[in-house]
């Protein structure tokens, strides 16, 4: 498993998150349960993309002296190029984290609890996810034909459901939860179980954290396989793909209450899947430069926002 990554980067990454974590934590008991403003969540969202591109320039100056400049601005793009990939279907992610909040109604002042624990634990399953897929795409090359043909096929299901309004009824781990566990229509406080009669119930806090939890799943499952189309270096790919997470919690409250301005969002990621997708398809026949697949993300990013801020949505009436 080739990786720039050595005792002391990895070391210097798992402080770095750790002391941003702790600062998250720390400052968000001391202000209390409280509802998140929006110059607030702004603040954050800008903390924590300063944060990721202050790292990736210490890992670009350290590079730069130790293994020259072209691989250090190899290097820094791959995690740049990541970041912004995994950055973009995060959003996708936040739309989904808003439709739970929304549908279990969930208090203002506990959302941020909810939220926290959502990151930390889709830190843990990346980083299981990463390793194994990197081992795996290391040892079964043709893997990246299998990524990169799901990843067309996820775009396109993503284009065809861009605009449709998504229900919860259905889903069918909240179907299982309904039918085998005894739940609450009530929540108390932030514990996941009350008794009632000598009997345990689950709260909707239980049930908001498990619907969490798949989601996070099914988005790694989506966002690992784009970013081994820029690089199979673990190092790269977590510390990309982690400094991403850790700005959910900010990116929740910002686009709070915003998801309908950027309405066309979901297709500009259906293209930038399909974009992707095709890219490690061709990776044996034309490998396309970091530097163009940055442009063109980036690109699609914009034009997708403008696009909504221009173009009003259509709201369904009845």
Do not use: C
């Amino acid at each position: 498993m080739q990786t720039i990554g050595n005792p002391w980067l990895w070391g210097g990454f798992i402080a770095v998150v750790i002391a941003a974590l702790l600062i998250d934590l720390v400052l968000m008991r001391h202000g209390g349960p409280h509802k998140v403003t929006f110059k607030e969540a702004l603040l954050w969202s800008l903390g924590w993309v300063a944060l990721a591109l202050a790292f990736n320039a210490g890992l670009w100056y350290y590079l730069n002296e130790t293994a020259g400049a072209a691989v250090a601005n190899e290097v820094g793009l791959q995690f740049l190029t990541g970041y912004l990939i995994e950055k973009a279907l995060a959003v996708d992610n936040i739309f989904v984290f808003l439709l739970i909040m929304g549908y279990f109604a969930v208090p203002e002042t506990a959302r941020q609890r909810v939220l926290i624990i959502g990151i930390l634990g889709a830190i843990a399953l990346r980083t299981v996810m990463i390793f194994a897929g990197t081992v795996l795409v290391n040892q079964f090359h043709w893997l990246l034909y299998v990524f990169g043909a799901f990843l067309l096929f996820t775009g396109w299901k993503m284009w065809f459901a861009a605009g449709q309004e998504p229900s919860l009824d259905d889903n069918p781990v909240l179907k299982f939860m309904r039918k085998h566990l005894r739940i609450t229509h009530e929540y108390n406080g932030n514990r996941l179980m009350a008794e009632k009669n000598g009997v345990r119930w689950f709260t909707p806090m239980f049930v908001v954290l498990i619907l969490i939890a798949v989601t996070d799943v099914i988005f790694a499952v989506d966002s690992i396989p784009a970013i081994f189309a820029i690089t199979t270096d673990p190092f790269i790919v977590l510390t990309s793909n982690v400094f991403a997470v850790l700005g959910l919690r900010a990116m929740f409250f910002l686009l709070a209450g915003m998801a309908d301005r950027f309405h066309l969002l979901p297709y500009g990621l259906a293209v930038i899947l399909a974009f992707i997708g095709t890219k490690m398809l061709l990776i044996d026949i034309f490998k396309i430069p970091v530097p163009v697949s940055l442009g063109v993300v980036a690109a699609i990013l914009v034009t997708t926002v403008i696009l909504s801020l221009k173009i009003p949505a259509k709201h369904k009436h009845g």
